[in-house]
């Protein structure tokens, strides 16, 4: 399921159950091979899309990706704003 009850997004729930999640995590260490090998996976989306959407669900998935990136960005800085507040 995409969204909770809630109406929030289950990306963890969704990345913690995803095939190429478990497949790095099982030894507990992603090395950059993997994460190179991921890579490929989305490029490989990417092309997909930009082959077979129109030119609107482009956009749509531009914005997504955007946005989901500035949602990271942001959590990521936020993180790290927290462990630097304890020392």
Do not use: R, Y
Not at 23 to 47: R, Y
Request: glycine letters at 4%; hydrophobic letters at 45%; zero cysteines.
């Amino acid at each position: 399921m995409l969204f909770n009850e809630q109406g929030i997004i289950n990306i963890d729930e969704i990345v913690a159950n995803h095939p190429s999640w478990k497949k790095m995590m099982a030894d507990g260490v992603i090395t950059a091979e993997e994460v190179q090998q991921q890579a490929e996976v989305v490029i490989g989306l990417l092309k997909k899309i930009d082959a077979e959407f129109s030119e609107s669900d482009k956009a749509l998935v531009e914005q997504l990706l955007t946005e989901m990136s500035v949602l990271f960005a942001a959590s990521h800085v936020n993180s790290i704003q927290e462990i630097t507040k304890e020392f």
